[in-house]
């Protein structure tokens, strides 16, 4: 499985100023779902929801190694991609 492509949902941590927004964050909405559709191909867009769903039955990946420069820990970003994943079953 190739884990870079986690790199796009976890992009958009770098636009969280603190914890206390990605402790808020719930998921991605009916419409940033919408976007993906657009912006992405069916395949890619296939491998995103397979590999967010591989991540959060591997915590113990080190999601730093993606992003080395993230603010965030290794466990908030699995706690985000979490959410990320429960929102996807809002696409299929």
């Not at 636009?15 to 808020?24: A, C, I, P, Q, V």
């Not at 959410?83 to 299929?92: A, C, G, M, P, R």
């Amino acid at each position: 499985m190739d884990t870079t492509i986690l790199r796009i949902p976890l992009y958009r941590l770098f636009y969280f100023d603190d914890l206390s927004e990605l402790t808020e964050f719930s998921g991605y909405t009916d419409e940033e779902l919408e976007l993906m559709k657009v912006e992405y191909s069916e395949q890619i867009l296939k491998e995103i929801i397979e590999t967010v769903k591989w991540a959060t039955q591997n915590s113990d990946f080190d999601f730093l190694s993606l992003f080395p420069d993230m603010e965030f820990s290794n466990e908030d970003m699995y706690n985000y991609l979490c959410k990320v994943d429960k929102s996807f079953k809002n696409i299929i």
